[in-house]
């Protein structure tokens, strides 16, 4: 396939010098970009906060569109998967929206008696012009609870900023809780959405060490927890595109420092725990941290090793929405002896692919916010046996008789921590050993 002459700069192949590829840009018009819309991102960042309502102000399409978008679990309500919709029709486009977002604000509130209510604003409000700010005020005033606009509108961005419209409301969300009784060790999670139980997984690793999570930000999330947020001595943050905008408030705002850290693979894990441990330089902690992690490794290890004999060789491409997860994929696949010949995401900076290209073989195709078109030549060109992707990607593995590993927010199976570890290595052999491939074409 020849490629767009405007997309070249955007594909590298390690071993290639001096290292040039752009990102952090919009997505080129006509290339059907893997990527997602600005009342999306906002929407998967904020959808896990169970107990808020959810409000989509646009076509019924937004909400379709988005409903259960995440595999975020709740350990009690259950509000956040009910996806309400104000479902603007052709007369609501000419005469205006406002008096039918109220009206569905107060009904849907009276009803459900949520703790806060985010309403999104999609495409059409951005062009007829309803004033968000003016209704949620209104309808905060009169119920007594926070009603937040999450100003996701947008024509040529992308998921991106829509992470920022979420981490703008969470925001003004903080500051109002009672921080009396949080411990000195204590911790906010930023960035991961509790997909298939993982935060319950990652709270009791941190619990075993000593340390008090404060607010789960966002996954199984709760509007009061943030609300008190401000008073943690630390933001341990994992998903940084959608996220760390929200980091970099809080430090702004009330001294909060933040590490980076990512939950998925042995290395990745374990280094997690010990940063934690380390920034708080309280030697129990880190004590605590490396026994629970040789506890883990011991029970892990062993069982791995079945696998790793099975994958050693095999080909594997990555396609993810945000870099880091490609960090982790790239060791975790190396623990399986397994080889990366393909890895980009939607949404990765230029020091984060220079990163990943210095940590893969020669050879290797580094990509930004790629097409249907340009993945298909690359998993061709590199004859994969498996490919990790989202739920956009998974027709294409299928249709070249690929194997697949479901890497997004829709998937249902945990592979954070060290359980997810040996879950991950599960689902690659069932998928790239398969006696289907016997029957497809190569």
């Known amino acids: 396939m020849e490629l767009l002459k405007e997309r070249k700069e955007q594909i590298h192949r390690t071993g290639e010098q001096p290292f040039t590829l752009s990102c952090n840009k919009d997505s080129l018009a006509g290339a059907v970009s893997q990527r997602a ?3 999306c991102g906002s929407r998967v960042v904020l959808y896990p906060i169970a107990d808020a309502l959810h409000l989509v102000h646009g076509p019924i399409g937004c ?16 509000l956040h998967r009910l996806s309400f919709s104000t479902d603007l029709q052709e007369l609501d486009v000419i005469f205006g929206g406002e008096k039918k977002l109220t009206n569905a604000l107060l009904e849907l509130i009276e009803r459900h008696q949520p703790k806060a209510a985010f309403v999104y604003s999609t495409c059409i409000v951005g062009i007829i012009g309803d004033d968000l700010e ?6 905060a005033k009169e119920t007594g609870i926070p009603v937040i606009p999450v100003k996701s509108e947008g024509f040529k961005g992308n998921k991106r900023a829509g992470y920022t419209a979420a981490c703008n409301a969470m925001a003004e969300l903080m500051g109002t809780g009672d921080t009396r009784e949080i411990s000195p060790y204590s911790i906010n999670i930023l960035g991961d959405f509790n997909l298939a139980g993982e935060i319950w997984m990652i709270r009791e690793y941190f619990e075993r060490i000593g340390i008090e999570v ?9 509007v009061a927890d943030i609300q008190r947020a401000h008073g943690a001595a630390l933001n341990v943050v994992q998903c940084s595109g959608s996220t760390m905008d929200l980091a970099k408030m809080m430090e702004d705002e009330y001294g909060t420092p933040s590490i980076r850290v990512s939950y998925f693979g042995v290395e990745d894990m374990a280094q997690a725990l010990y940063d934690v441990a380390n920034h708080f330089g309280d030697p129990e902690i880190l004590a605590k941290a490396k026994q629970l992690v040789a506890e883990e490794l011991k029970i892990l290890l062993p069982k791995l090793e079945f696998y790793k004999k099975a994958l050693n060789g095999k080909k594997a491409a990555i396609y993810v929405g945000g870099s880091f997860k490609a960090f982790s994929l790239v060791k975790a696949f190396r623990l399986l002896g397994m080889d990366v010949v393909m890895v980009g995401s939607q949404t990765g900076t230029e020091q984060e692919y220079r990163e990943l290209a210095e940590i893969t073989d020669p050879g290797t195709i580094i990509v930004d916010d790629t097409n249907p078109l340009e993945l298909t030549s690359f998993l061709e060109e590199k004859e994969v046996d498996i490919f990790v992707g989202g ?10 008789g690929v194997g697949f590993c479901d890497h997004n927010h829709e998937r249902k199976e945990a592979l954070a921590g060290f359980v997810g570890m040996l879950n991950f290595a599960e689902e690659v052999y069932s998928s790239v050993m398969s006696p289907v491939w016997r029957f497809t074409k190569k």
């Open 214 to 222: 404060v607010a789960n930000i966002t996954g199984d999330g709760r």
């Open 63 to 78: 909400a379709v569109y988005t409903w259960d978008i995440r595999g975020a679990l709740s350990s009690g309500p259950e």
């Open 391 to 400: 739920v956009k990607e998974r027709p294409i593995a299928y249709k070249l």
């Open 134 to 139: 003016a209704v949620c005020k209104q309808v």
């Open 37 to 39: 819309c600005v009342f």
